[in-house]
C-alpha cells in the first residue's frame, strides 16, 4: 500500500513539474503575442512581433541538438535561461523605443519561447530520461498540456491586464520564470526514482522491461561528469559524443514523417495569427442588434486578443488530449492537421479580403471566424502533442548495448523535431507582413476602413 502510495505520489509530482514547466515557458511567448498591437506603433506590422519572438529561438533549436556533444547540464541551462527570460521582459516593460523592445523580445524568445526557446528544448529532451516509456510518454504529455495552457493563461493574462500599459503588465510578467528552476529543484523527482516500479498509467509496459532496466541513473548534480565503476572518466567521454554523421543519420527519417507536418501546420497557423487575425475585424456591436457579440466586443481594437483568446484555449484542449486519456492519432493521420490548417487559411483569407457573407452580415461573419479558428487552434496543438509523444515513445534499435548513448539519442530526436516547426513559424512571419499589408488594401478597396484604425 505504502508503495502504491509513493508511485502515485511519483507520477503526480512528475505531471506537475512538467505541467509548469510547460505552462510557465510558454505564457511569456503569449503575452508577447497577445499584446502586439500595443507593443508597435499602428503603422507597424504585427508580424514583426512575431519574428523577433521565433528568430533567436530558432538559432537555440538549431544550435544546440546538433552542436552540442555530451551530456546535458540540466540544472545550468535553467539558471541561464531563466536569466536571459527575465532580463528580457524587463527591457520590453522598461524601454518604449521599437529597436529596444524587439531586442528585449528577441532575449526573451531565445530562452524561452513557444514550440522554440531553449527551455522547452531542454524539457523536451528531459522527458526522454524517464522510464518506462509510459512514464515519459506522460511527462510529454502533461509538458505539451501546459503549454496549451499558457496559451489561454497568457491570453487571459493580458486581457485583463492590457488596461494598465505594456510597463506594468509586461514587467509583472518577468517574475513568472522564476517558477521553472524553483520547480525543477523542489518537486521534478529525480528519473532513478522511477525505476523498478509499476505504474498504473494505461499503458502497456511489458515491453519496456528491457528499457527500463538497462537504464542507468543520472547522477544528482547535473554538473558532475562521474564516471561509470570501472572506466576512465576520458573514455566514457569518447564513448558517448554524438557526431554529426550519428545526428544526420538519426534526423534523416524524421524529415517526411515528423517534421513536414509540424512545419506546415505551423507555418499555416502563424500566418492566420499574425498576418490574417489582425484583419478580421467588423464594426463595434450594440447589444441591440448582437448581444452576444456586444458582451465581447467594446472596441475594434478588441478583436484581435479576442481571437488569439480562442485559439489558445482551444489548442489548451487539444494539446492536453493525451493527459486526458485520449488515444494519440494513428501515424497515418499525422499530416492531417496540416491539410486542415491550409484550407482554413485560404478562407478566412477570403473572408478578410472579400467578405464571404457582405459587411451587412458582420455577425454571422463574426461566427464563422469563431469556429475556423476553434478548428484551427485544435489541429495546432493535435500535431504538437502526438508528434512529440511519439518520438518519445520510439523504441530503440539496441536499447541496452550503450546506456548513455541511447539516452543522448533520444535526447538529440525529440529536441532536433523542435527545428521544424520553429522555421514554420519563422517563415509565418515574414508571409505574415505583406499579408497583413495586402488584406488591408483589400478591404479599404472596398470601403472597409476598420484595419487602418488599429
Not at 503588465?169 to 522511477?194: M, N, W
Not at 481594437?301 to 494519440?328: A, E, H, K
Not at 520553429?422 to 472597409?448: D, N, Y
Request: proline residues 6%; glycine residues 8%; hydrophobic residues 45%.
Amino acid at each position: 500500500m505504502s508503495t502504491h502510495l509513493e508511485s502515485r505520489t511519483l507520477l503526480f509530482k512528475l505531471s506537475l513539474s512538467f505541467f509548469l514547466f510547460g505552462l510557465i515557458n510558454n505564457v511569456l511567448y503569449v503575452i508577447i503575442l497577445s499584446a502586439a498591437l500595443d507593443l508597435v506603433p499602428p503603422s507597424t506590422p504585427k508580424g514583426i512581433i512575431a519574428f523577433c519572438n521565433i528568430f533567436p529561438a530558432l538559432i537555440a533549436k538549431l544550435g544546440w541538438p546538433y552542436l552540442l556533444k555530451g551530456r546535458i547540464r540540466y540544472a545550468r541551462r535553467l539558471v541561464g535561461c531563466t536569466a536571459i527570460s527575465i532580463g528580457g521582459m524587463l527591457i520590453v516593460a522598461l524601454f518604449e523605443s521599437l529597436p529596444m523592445r524587439l531586442l528585449g523580445i528577441c532575449c526573451a524568445s531565445f530562452s524561452s519561447g513557444k514550440r522554440s526557446g531553449l527551455v522547452e528544448l531542454t524539457f523536451l529532451q528531459l522527458s526522454t530520461r524517464y522510464h518506462p516509456p509510459s512514464v515519459a510518454g506522460r511527462s510529454v504529455g502533461y509538458f505539451a498540456s501546459g503549454t496549451g495552457g499558457a496559451g489561454l493563461v497568457g491570453a487571459l493574462l493580458w486581457w485583463e491586464l492590457r488596461g494598465l500599459g505594456v510597463r506594468f503588465g509586461v514587467g509583472l510578467s518577468s517574475i513568472l520564470p522564476f517558477i521553472t528552476p524553483l520547480t525543477y529543484l523542489f518537486i521534478l523527482p529525480q528519473p532513478e526514482a522511477f525505476v523498478g516500479r509499476s505504474f498504473e498509467t494505461g499503458d502497456d509496459d511489458s515491453e519496456d522491461a528491457a528499457v527500463s532496466a538497462s537504464y542507468v541513473p543520472l547522477a544528482r548534480s547535473e554538473d558532475e561528469d562521474t564516471a561509470r565503476e570501472g572506466e576512465p572518466e576520458t573514455m566514457l567521454k569518447a564513448s558517448v559524443a554524438l557526431s554529426i554523421e550519428d545526428k544526420w543519420r538519426l534526423a534523416k527519417p524524421m524529415l517526411m514523417k515528423y517534421m513536414l507536418p509540424l512545419f506546415c501546420v505551423y507555418l499555416f497557423e502563424y500566418t492566420i495569427n499574425q498576418g490574417i487575425s489582425p484583419t478580421l475585424v467588423y464594426p463595434v456591436p450594440t447589444r441591440e442588434s448582437h448581444w452576444f457579440m456586444s458582451l465581447l466586443i467594446h472596441s475594434i481594437r478588441d478583436y484581435y486578443p479576442l481571437w488569439q483568446l480562442v485559439y489558445q484555449s482551444t489548442v489548451f484542449l487539444s494539446r492536453s488530449s493525451i493527459s486526458l486519456g485520449l488515444p494519440p492519432l494513428p501515424g497515418r493521420l499525422l499530416s492531417l492537421p496540416a491539410f486542415v490548417q491550409g484550407a482554413i487559411l485560404c478562407t478566412l483569407a477570403f473572408e478578410s479580403a472579400v467578405g464571404i457573407f457582405g459587411d451587412a452580415h458582420e455577425g454571422v461573419s463574426f461566427a464563422l471566424v469563431f469556429l475556423l479558428i476553434c478548428v484551427e487552434g485544435v489541429c495546432g496543438g493535435l500535431a504538437y502533442v502526438n508528434v512529440f509523444y511519439r518520438i518519445n515513445q520510439e523504441r530503440l534499435d539496441s536499447p541496452g548495448a550503450d546506456a548513455e548513448r541511447a539516452k543522448q539519442e533520444r535526447e538529440f530526436k525529440i529536441g532536433s523535431i523542435g527545428l521544424s516547426d520553429s522555421t514554420g513559424i519563422l517563415m509565418a512571419s515574414l508571409l505574415a507582413v505583406p499579408t497583413e499589408i495586402r488584406l488591408c488594401k483589400a478591404q479599404v478597396a472596398r470601403g472597409k476602413m476598420f484595419c487602418q484604425s488599429l
